[in-house]
């Protein structure tokens, strides 16, 4: 595959924006800045979103409002012939791990705690040094960014964890497994920091590139 | 292959490429097949065009749609404990959180795994058919393309199949679990699913959507 770097140097470039023009987040056309509306695909088309980063953060705090409640209420009730259990995230991860399935629960917890906490601290980590500067450097805020995109479904395994579990063990009298009112407050913590992490206008990161007047002091 | 755009430019529109993701503005040279064209700012790949990409990805859509159709109705899971069983489909698996405020959850986890997979593959299938046999869009193939794409982050067929891996070895310990032929199906659904991701070149799929017999070649 030939990879094709670009002649010119980075200080070269200019964003759309400068030259009174405006890009289709969806389908890349360009448009003159006045245009509302995308011809092509019909998309909303905005230079720069001026509501993303007050989108961002609403979207973040009910994010992370969810997210308390998803670990202290049980996430599984099991129910076998003897007793009663319910048990919660970390909960189950430590039972997991108590077993000697070390590799499960670590999956549990990467996925469950370090994931979402993460993406927590990633974007307001963003959202923040557009209004105040980083010394980060854009092309590694741009990465976190797509990391942040990238990795953030898959916060929603231990939902899927739950379904399959709560489906599949329903024994009568036997043992039952049924999901706890943490899931819901889990899937939609999950659900809102994606949305949170799609409202970030990632093209706010590079515009102090052309308020500098160059690669600026972070390249 | 591109270059750089000046501050005081009066290039047609068609001819200049914007970085959907950092803003940058370059003109736009179209790269050969099997090359790519990246922004040299954030070095997001631009454009990507593939040999027969089009006709792939019709063959892992259609793939993709008869598997979650079979993955859905067939028993993929099955436990045995003590004399007692039950085997569950990929929808039972979706619809267990019924009763009082799960029902949302129920909802949310069937059109995250079976509804949104399944839409995007009906979608690429709308969109691609007509021009990879050289004829005219389909009508509104352009929103039909943009919901397909809106829909990638809402697709986690794969990100089910891993929670499969993780209750089996959770329920392992309390029962004896069985594979069904929906499972197997779904393992399959999973590479298909990754593999339909790289294939495409969006950029080249709205080009060929805007300028149907333009292009030499259906290179989607």
């Not at chain 1, 056309?29 to 001026?50: E, I, M, Q, Y």
């Not at chain 1, 007793?83 to 996925?111: D, R």
């Not at chain 2, 040279?29 to 019709?58: F, M, S, T, Y």
Request: aromatic share 8%; net charge positive; charged share 15%.
């Amino acid at each position: 595959m030939v990879c094709m770097e670009l002649t010119g140097k980075p200080q070269n470039v200019v964003s759309a924006k400068d030259l009174n023009l405006v890009a289709c987040t969806r389908c890349a056309k360009v448009w003159p800045v006045s245009a509302s509306t995308c011809g092509r695909c019909g998309h909303k088309l905005v230079s720069r979103d001026s509501q993303s980063l007050s989108r961002v953060w609403a979207l973040w705090v009910i994010g992370f409002m969810c997210y308390i409640p998803a670990n202290i209420f049980p996430m599984l009730k099991t129910r076998t012939l003897f007793q009663e259990e319910n048990s919660t995230i970390i909960g189950g991860a430590v039972e997991l791990a108590h077993y000697g399935n070390f590799g499960i629960a670590a999956i549990i917890i990467f996925a469950s705690v370090f994931i979402p906490l993460g993406k927590f601290w990633a974007v307001a980590y963003l959202a923040i040094s557009i209004k105040a500067g980083s010394r980060i450097s854009m092309n590694r805020r741009q990465m976190m960014y797509e990391v942040v995109e990238y990795i953030g479904r898959w916060s929603m395994i231990d939902i899927f964890v739950v379904a399959i579990m709560s489906a599949l063990v329903q024994l009568k009298t036997l043992a039952s497994i049924n999901p706890g009112p943490a899931s819901i407050f889990f899937a939609l913590s999950v659900i809102f920091t994606m949305l949170s992490a799609q409202a970030f206008d990632s093209r706010l990161i590079w515009d102090a590139q052309v308020k500098d007047g160059g690669p600026g002091r972070d390249e | 292959m591109k270059d750089t755009v000046e501050p005081m430019t009066s290039t047609p529109l068609d001819e200049l490429i914007v970085c959907p993701q950092c803003d940058a503005v370059y003109h736009l040279k179209r790269p050969r097949v099997g090359e790519r064209a990246q922004c040299q700012r954030c070095h997001k790949v631009l454009i990507a065009p593939r040999r027969n990409a089009g006709l792939r990805i019709i063959a892992v859509a259609l793939a993709v749609l008869v598997l979650i159709i079979g993955a859905a109705v067939f028993p993929f899971l099955s436990i045995d404990a003590a004399g007692t069983q039950n085997a569950v489909s990929v929808l039972d698996a979706a619809l267990a959180f019924s009763g009082g405020p799960m029902i949302f959850l129920s909802l949310a986890t069937a059109g995250l795994i079976i509804i949104a997979p399944l839409l995007r593959a009906c979608l690429t299938l709308y969109v691609l058919v007509p021009v990879v046999l050289d004829r005219d869009p389909a009508p509104h193939a352009m929103q039909a393309f943009r919901l397909s794409e809106a829909l990638r982050p809402w697709s986690m067929a794969e990100i089910f199949a891993i929670g499969c891996a993780v209750a089996l070895v959770k329920v392992a310990d309390l029962a004896h679990v069985g594979f069904g032929p929906a499972f197997w199906m779904f393992g399959i659904l999973v590479v298909l699913v990754i593999a339909q991701d790289s294939f495409m070149c969006k950029w080249s799929v709205w080009n060929s959507l805007e300028n149907p017999r333009t292009s030499s070649a259906p290179r989607t």
